[in-house]
């Protein structure tokens, strides 16, 4: 059974920084990533890295924030630095099975980032 847990959420101040975690088991992954929903928006891709370390970015979070990933310990990462009060969100973790292509999700860690 698939399980992908996140850590690293909290409240935090304009300018500040916070590191994201999530551990996927049950299975091997292509990509993994994060993705952010914020109240009456849709969710949206924030980054996404593959098993070789090909990452991309969504534009209003790049120079900001940086996704890396251990292949031995299935585990991403989501450094996120100058944070902004428009970053406010759920940040949900996904992981893509390597066979069969399907989506994971994790159950979400709330960032604040106050004015």
């Not at 952010?36 to 890295?49: H, S, T, Y």
């Not at 090909?54 to 450094?79: C, H, M, W």
């Not at 992981?95 to 999700?105: E, I, N, P, Q």
Request: proline share 3%; glycine share 12%; charged share 15%.
């Amino acid at each position: 059974q698939v399980q992908l847990v996140e850590s690293g959420g909290g409240l935090v101040q304009a300018g500040g920084s916070l590191r994201l975690s999530c551990v996927a088991s049950g299975s091997i992954f292509s990509t993994m990533g994060w993705h952010r929903q914020a109240p009456g928006k849709q969710r949206e891709l924030v980054a996404a890295i593959d098993r070789r370390g090909s990452s991309n970015y969504a534009e209003p979070v790049k120079g900001r924030f940086t996704i890396s990933l251990d292949n031995a310990k299935n585990t991403v990462y989501l450094q996120m630095n100058s944070l902004k009060p428009e970053d406010t969100a759920v940040y949900y973790c996904n992981a893509d099975a390597l066979l069969s292509g399907v989506r994971h999700w994790g159950q979400g860690t709330q960032v604040t980032v106050s004015s």
